[in-house]
């Protein structure tokens, strides 16, 4: 397990959303992942996704159900709101104590701006797009069970992946507009190491919601759509 | 706004690796999938909507895959990969890459197939970096909230140029949303707040 942080250490917030925490010794992915209860091949299907932008989920691999996916994205969307991003607030704030200005305060305003849509974008997904998905798993169990067509759920009968995925809208532009205007068009702000502080939070928040996404891509949606195929091929 | 989105569909790592590197030179702002196989290339598609294809026949196996495996909307945006020098007697592609061309040179046949497609010049060269008086003007009506459409009727513009200048300050200034452009038009004395909160 050590093996892996130490050749990625941005996964260090992925195993913090597992429940894993520091002080594993020498034990291997499989020994941590059992005694926290983790379930191997879904830690390394997210790991290895998190990690390499281009790898591609093996099918074999994929027992893991919808429910654990959902689970660690709701985790991650609560570090994002809960902890992220306020300790960016926070360091903004901190910036215009030390230097007032107007134009400081367009860059808190903008960000303010940004948090709102992330917030909405993750409500959204929350309380409709998991829910959505679950409820495909949980009726497309129900009919390989029993084989037999039954009531079909109107939230199954209303949406799809596709239209969820048609409305996935940009919600890394402003973060992307932000870091622009710090970099370019901010006057100087004395106190570097904390404007750099800033910069690197945000480029790592924009890195690990990029990552995110791909997650949501790559993992959960061609699980969902599967499900969705073979729901409308019985029903 | 100004993103432009690619799958590839071949089933050589390396191939795919090298093509993707070549296609990173196109800026930014591109969008870039890359599956190995028929059965990654039909799940893409049914969430994945690119505007352009660039795809191996041979993955395909069979003769008339550009009709049945590639959706009408995109036959006209994708690209054949072909791994021999000698093109297919019957080109049903618009435009073909081969193994040995060189860099540059597909590069070329991209930006023209982009160029062909979307309508509009598309090179990310031979523009100056600074906005022009004109896009500075463009901006300001952003920042004061108008639409395309009413900057286009304020300048006696059609929308379509609107767009293409929109393009080209994201482009340079490295901001896309209409937020963004609104802080930098204050920052930069183009607005002042008093006129936006108008």
């Known amino acids: 397990m050590a093996d892996l942080i130490h050749a990625n250490y941005l996964l260090l917030s992925v195993i913090n959303r597992f429940g894993i925490k520091l ?3 020498e034990k ?8 926290e209860g983790v379930d191997t091949g879904f830690f390394l299907e997210i790991a290895n996704a998190f990690h390499d932008k281009d790898y591609f989920p093996q099918k074999q691999l994929q ?6 996916i959902v689970d660690y994205l709701k985790t991650t969307h609560n570090y994002y709101l809960n902890e992220k991003v306020p300790e960016i607030e926070e360091l903004i704030d901190k910036m215009i104590l030390k230097q007032e200005g107007r134009s400081l305060d367009l860059v808190r305003d903008f960000f303010g701006q940004y ?15 998991f829910p959505y998905a679950l409820e495909v798993e949980a009726f497309y169990k ?28 940009n919600i890394e532009d402003k973060l992307y507009d932000l870091k622009n205007i710090l970099i370019k068009y901010t006057p100087p ?21 990029n990552d995110h996404s791909r997650i949501e891509d790559k993992i959960m949606v061609p699980k969902v759509v599967e499900m969705e195929k073979a729901i409308a091929s019985v029903i | 706004m100004s993103g432009i989105s690619f799958l590839i569909c071949e089933n050589s790592y390396i191939i795919r690796k090298g093509l993707l ?8 702002n591109v969008e870039i999938k890359e599956v190995d196989g028929i059965e990654g290339f039909r799940r893409h598609l049914d969430y994945f909507e690119p505007d352009f294809l660039i795809v191996n026949p041979q993955v395909f196996g069979t003769e008339n895959f550009f009709y049945t495996d590639i959706p009408a909307r995109l036959r006209k945006c994708a690209i054949g990969l072909y791994s021999c020098p000698d093109l297919p007697e019957n080109p049903v592609f618009p435009e073909f890459i081969a193994l040995n061309d060189t860099k540059s040179n597909i590069l070329e046949k991209i ?11 598309y090179s990310n060269t031979g523009s100056s970096p600074e906005i022009t008086g004109r896009e500075k003007l463009i901006v300001k009506y952003v920042a004061l909230g108008l639409t395309n459409k009413e900057i286009a009727d304020k300048l006696f513009i059609s929308s379509h140029t609107v767009v293409t200048h929109r393009r080209n300050i994201t482009r340079k200034l490295g901001i896309k949303t209409v937020s963004g452009l609104t802080v930098y038009a204050i920052l930069n004395n183009i607005v002042n707040i008093e006129e936006i909160n108008r």
């Not at chain 1, 291997?28 to 059992?34: A, G």
């Not at chain 1, 702000?189 to 502080?197: E, I, M, Q, R, T």
């Not at chain 2, 930006?111 to 509009?120: A, F, N, P, Y």
């Open chain 1, 28 to 35: 291997s992915v499989r020994q941590v992942c059992d005694e």
């Open chain 1, 142 to 169: 129900r009919l390989r069970e029993r084989g037999e067509v039954l009531e079909v759920p109107s939230i199954v009968k209303k949406f799809s992946m596709k239209k969820f995925s048609k409305e996935h809208e």
């Open chain 1, 63 to 68: 027992t893991y159900s919808v429910k654990q």
């Open chain 1, 115 to 129: 948090r709102h849509e992330l917030a909405a974008h993750i409500r959204h997904e929350d309380e409709l797009v």
């Open chain 2, 21 to 28: 590197r070549v296609l990173e030179e196109l800026g930014e």
């Open chain 2, 111 to 121: 930006k023209s197939l982009i160029t062909r497609c979307k309508g509009e010049n």
């Open chain 1, 23 to 25: 002080g594993f010794g």
């Open chain 1, 189 to 209: 702000v004395d106190d570097h190491a904390l404007v750099n502080h800033i910069l690197f939070d945000l480029f790592s928040l924009e890195k690990d919601l």
